[in-house]
Nanobody, 124 residues
Framework: QVQLVESGGGLVQAGGSLRLSCATS????????MGWFRQAPGKERDFVTA????????DYAESVKGRFTISRDNAKNTVYLQMNNLKPEDTAVYYC?????????????????WGQGAQVTVSS
């Protein structure tokens, strides 16, 4: 069983930055593919980014490529999402997710563990 707890959300002006953290329980963090998804008001939850077990491979949605960076610290059982040059359309609840698999996936169904979500609001 893996428990995920996001932190670092908040309100920021367009062009600003935020860093989300997702702390996990358990001693097998390095066994999990980690991903970030987001759900804007009235919309479906969408893939944002994912990182492989070792951190050597990453994948980004086109809408965030070049602005967001995912990273992980396996010693701290934590995955991060650095968000720069934020836009109002980035406003959403951001969810951290974990999957016990080796290869990166954009599919929500792949991920068996989810955090409670962190609100990110970007004002124009």
């Amino acid at each position: 069983q893996v428990q995920l707890v996001e932190s670092g959300g908040g309100l920021v002006q367009a062009g600003g930055s935020l860093r989300l953290s997702c702390a996990t329980s358990g001693r097998t963090f390095s066994s999990y593919l980690m991903g970030w998804f987001r759900q804007a008001p009235g919309k479906e939850r969408d893939f944002v980014t994912a990182i492989s077990r070792s951190g050597g491979s990453t994948d980004y949605a086109e809408s965030v490529k070049g602005r967001f960076t995912i990273s992980r610290d396996n010693a701290k059982n934590t995955v991060y999402l650095q968000m720069n040059n934020l836009k109002p359309e980035d406003t959403a609840v951001y969810y951290c997710a974990a999957a016990n698999r080796a290869f990166i996936s954009r599919s929500q169904g792949t991920y068996g563990y989810w955090g409670q979500g962190a609100q990110v609001t970007v004002s124009s």
